[in-house]
C-alpha cells in the first residue's frame, strides 16, 4: 500500500514539474529544441565510435606549410597520428637521426599541398602515400606499413613550385608533378620579368615509382607555355594513358595577377599522354635542359595538347569510369565535363583552333560533353558509387551534387566557411565507396572555442548516402590543409612492430652484453641499446671537439614499446620504435656532465632509464 502511495506522489510531482515547464517562458520553444536534438542525436550515433573499436576509413590530410601529414580516423574525425614529411618533428624525433637529417637535405620546412595513395588497378592499394612540396619542388613518400617517411625526391630539376601534384597513375607508374611558377630554364638562369610571355617556361613531368620498393626517379619531362600549372589528375580506365593539369595565367601576364591574368574567358586544362612522354624520351626525341632530358611539343607532336576550360581553373577530376575530364573555372560558376573518346576524335580529326608554343589547342565545342550550372567559385570534384559528382562552390561556400549523364544538380550543403577541396572514400579511384565527404574549408568561422587571432582550419564530415546531405561532424586541425584521400582501414595493414630479421643494419645490436664503445682518431662511435628500463652503455666518455655517433637500436619486440633517447643542451632527441636501430651524430663541442634520458614513457622504471655524456675539456 505504501509503494502505491509512493508511486502516486511520485507522478504528481512529474505532472507539476511538467506543469512549470511548459509556463515559463524560456521553455516554450521545447518542441524545436527536440526536434533539433533529434538531429544532433542522429549525427553522433553516425559518427560514434565506441571506446575500444576504430574507424572504418584512414583520412590523409596535407599539411601546408606545417610540412607534416595529418591521419585522422573517419568517421570520428578523430585525429590520430601526425606524419612528419618536410619538417623536423621532436614528437617522433623525425629531423634528428642522421637519416632523416639526410632526407631533409638542407631545407628545414616545406609546403605539403596535395596527398595520393599508391593505386593497383585503378584503386588505392594501401602501400604508399605520397605528397608534393610546393615550396621546394619536391615529392615525398610515405610507407604504411608503419607511417614514415622513407624518401624525399627532389628538388625536381627545371620544376618551380611543385603544387600540382601529387597524382598517381593507375598502377603507380607515375607521380605527376608541375610548376606553379614559370621561370627561365634551367634553373638558376636569369631574364627580366619584361621577357615572361617569350623566355619564361613551364614544366610539367612524370617522377617514375620502382612497382616493388616504391623509389622515385626522374622519369619525363615536358617544356611547357609560361602558364600557372595548378592542379592535376590521372585518367582511368579507357583514360588510364593520361594525365591532366590545369592550368591559369594563359595571358602569360605579370603583376597584379588577379587582374592581369583573368582576362581571357577560358583558360587550358593540358592533357598529357604519359606513355607517349616516356615513348619520346626512350627514342632519344628530347633536348637535354639543366642535365636533364625534356620534350620540347613543337618537335614531339602527339604527347600534349590543350583544352580550353573555364576561366581560372582550379581542380580537374576524371569520372570513376574514366569516361570524362571534369574542369571547374573558379571564376565563373560552371564546371566543364569533357569527353575522354570526344577528345581522342578531334585529336585524331585535327580539330584543333590554333596552338600555344607548339601544343594544339582542341576545339572547346568538340570535346566539351556538358556545362553543369553548379554555383560560385567551383574548385574541385569528387565522386560517389551511385553516379553523383560532387563539387566544391569556394566563392558560395557549399557542396554541390550533380549526376553523372544528366548533369543536373540534385542537391547543395552549405559549410563553414569557404571550402577548398573536399575528400569522398575512394573519391579519386574506379571504384568509390560513397557514404561520406570532408570539406576540407580554408577558415573556421568561429565555430569553435576562441585560440585567439591563428584560427584552426575547419573540416565537416557529411553524409552522402541519402538524397539530401547531411552534416555530421565540425572537426578542426593544424594549418593548412589542402587536399586529403581517404581509405578504407581494411586496406592498409601497419606492423606494430619492426621484426628483428628484417632489420639489416650493419650497426644493430640485440643484446645488452654486445654494447660498446669505440675510438678511431676523433670519432667515437657507440653502439648502444634501449630496453626497458635501461641505457646501455648509459656513460659515455669523450673529449671536447670529438665526433660521436651513436647507432641506437630498440631491442623490444612488443607493441607500444617506444624509446626516446634525448640529450640534455645538445638539441638531440630521436624516438626508436620496437626493432628499429637509428644513427645520432654530432660533434661533442661543449665541455661538461650531459644527461641523457628516455624521452618516450615506457615503463614503471622510465625515469631511472638514463645516462651520462661526459665531456673532458681540451
Not at 602501400?127 to 607511417?147: E, K, P, Y
Not at 607521380?175 to 636569369?190: C, E, K, N
Not at 615572361?196 to 615536358?222: C, N
Request: hydrophobic share 35%; aromatic share 10%; charged share 20%.
Amino acid at each position: 500500500m505504501r509503494r502505491r502511495i509512493e508511486r502516486k506522489w511520485v507522478i504528481a510531482g512529474f505532472a507539476l514539474l511538467l506543469a512549470a515547464i511548459a509556463l515559463y517562458p524560456g521553455c516554450r520553444r521545447r518542441p524545436r529544441m527536440q526536434a533539433r536534438q533529434g538531429d544532433v542525436a542522429e549525427a553522433a550515433v553516425a559518427t560514434y565510435v565506441a571506446p575500444g573499436d576504430t574507424d572504418a576509413y584512414y583520412l590523409f590530410y596535407s599539411g601546408g606549410h606545417s610540412g607534416n601529414v595529418f591521419v585522422a580516423g573517419v568517421p570520428s574525425m578523430r585525429h590520430i597520428t601526425t606524419i612528419p614529411v618536410f619538417t623536423p618533428y621532436p614528437g617522433t624525433g623525425y629531423g634528428f637521426d642522421k637519416e632523416s637529417k639526410a632526407m631533409l637535405g638542407s631545407y628545414s620546412w616545406g609546403d605539403a599541398h596535395h596527398t595520393a595513395l599508391s593505386q593497383t588497378n585503378g584503386d588505392y592499394d594501401g602501400r604508399w602515400l605520397f605528397i608534393s612540396d610546393n615550396a621546394n619542388n619536391r615529392v615525398a613518400r610515405i610507407d604504411l606499413r608503419d607511417f614514415k617517411t622513407k624518401q624525399i625526391f627532389g628538388p625536381i630539376p627545371n620544376v618551380s613550385g611543385n603544387h600540382c601534384s601529387s597524382f598517381v597513375t593507375s598502377n603507380t607508374e607515375y607521380v605527376l608533378a608541375g610548376s606553379r611558377f614559370s621561370v627561365p630554364l634551367p634553373t638558376g638562369s636569369y631574364a627580366p620579368i619584361d621577357q615572361y610571355a617569350t623566355v619564361y617556361k613551364g614544366v610539367v613531368a612524370g617522377v617514375k615509382i620502382d612497382p616493388k620498393t616504391g623509389e622515385m626517379s626522374l622519369g619525363w619531362e615536358i617544356l611547357m607555355p609560361p602558364f600557372d600549372y595548378d592542379l592535376g589528375t590521372t585518367g582511368r580506365g579507357p583514360s588510364s594513358d593520361w594525365g591532366f593539369w590545369t592550368c591559369y595565367n594563359s595571358e602569360r601576364a605579370t603583376g597584379k595577377l588577379e587582374v592581369t591574368a583573368s582576362q581571357r574567358d577560358r583558360d587550358y586544362v593540358a592533357a598529357v599522354n604519359w606513355k607517349a612522354a616516356a615513348a619520346a624520351i626512350a627514342n632519344g626525341k628530347y633536348k637535354t635542359i639543366g642535365g636533364v632530358k625534356i620534350i620540347d611539343p613543337k618537335d614531339t607532336p602527339g604527347v600534349v595538347y590543350l583544352l580550353p576550360c573555364s576561366k581560372s581553373p582550379h581542380g580537374v577530376d576524371v569520372s570513376p569510369d574514366g569516361k570524362y575530364i571534369v574542369g571547374s573555372g573558379k571564376l565563373q560558376s560552371i564546371t566543364t565535363v569533357f569527353s575522354h573518346e570526344k577528345m581522342l576524335t578531334a585529336i585524331q580529326q585535327k580539330n584543333f583552333t590554333g596552338d600555344e608554343d607548339g601544343i594544339p589547342v582542341l576545339k572547346y565545342e568538340a570535346v566539351k560533353e556538358a556545362e553543369v550550372n553548379v554555383g560560385l567559385g567551383p574548385l574541385h570534384t569528387q565522386f560517389d558509387d551511385q553516379g553523383y559528382a560532387y563539387t566544391s562552390l569556394f566563392v558560395e561556400s557549399a557542396i554541390a551534387k550533380w549526376k553523372l549523364g544528366t548533369w543536373e544538380v540534385v542537391d547543395k550543403i552549405p559549410v563553414a566557411y569557404n571550402i577548398g577541396h573536399l575528400s569522398i572514400p575512394g573519391g579519386d579511384t574506379m571504384h568509390p565507396d560513397g557514404k561520406y565527404v570532408v570539406a576540407l574549408n580554408k577558415l573556421s568561422h568561429g565555430r569553435h572555442l576562441s585560440v585567439g587571432p591563428s584560427q584552426p582550419e575547419s573540416s565537416q564530415l557529411i553524409d552522402i548516402t541519402g538524397e539530401k546531405m547531411k552534416l555530421l561532424y565540425d572537426a578542426f586541425t593544424e594549418p593548412e590543409p589542402h587536399y586529403s584521400q581517404m581509405i578504407a582501414a581494411s586496406r592498409i595493414k601497419p606492423i606494430e612492430v619492426y621484426p628483428r630479421e628484417e632489420n639489416h643494419n650493419p650497426n644493430a645490436i640485440w643484446d645488452v652484453k654486445d654494447a660498446r664503445i669505440e675510438r678511431s682518431g676523433n670519432h667515437v662511435t657507440v653502439k648502444m641499446t634501449a630496453v626497458r628500463s635501461n641505457f646501455e652503455p648509459n656513460k659515455i666518455e669523450v673529449n671536447q671537439g670529438d665526433l660521436v655517433t651513436v647507432h641506437l637500436t630498440n631491442i623490444e619486440q612488443t607493441t607500444d614499446e617506444l624509446h626516446g633517447f634525448g640529450l640534455s643542451q645538445y638539441n638531440v632527441n630521436v624516438v626508436v620504435d620496437p626493432g628499429e636501430t637509428k644513427t645520432i651524430e654530432f660533434t661533442a663541442d661543449r665541455p661538461g656532465v650531459y644527461p641523457y634520458y628516455c624521452t618516450n614513457f615506457c615503463s614503471a622504471l622510465h625515469q631511472e632509464m638514463q645516462g651520462y655524456l661526459l665531456v673532458k675539456p681540451r
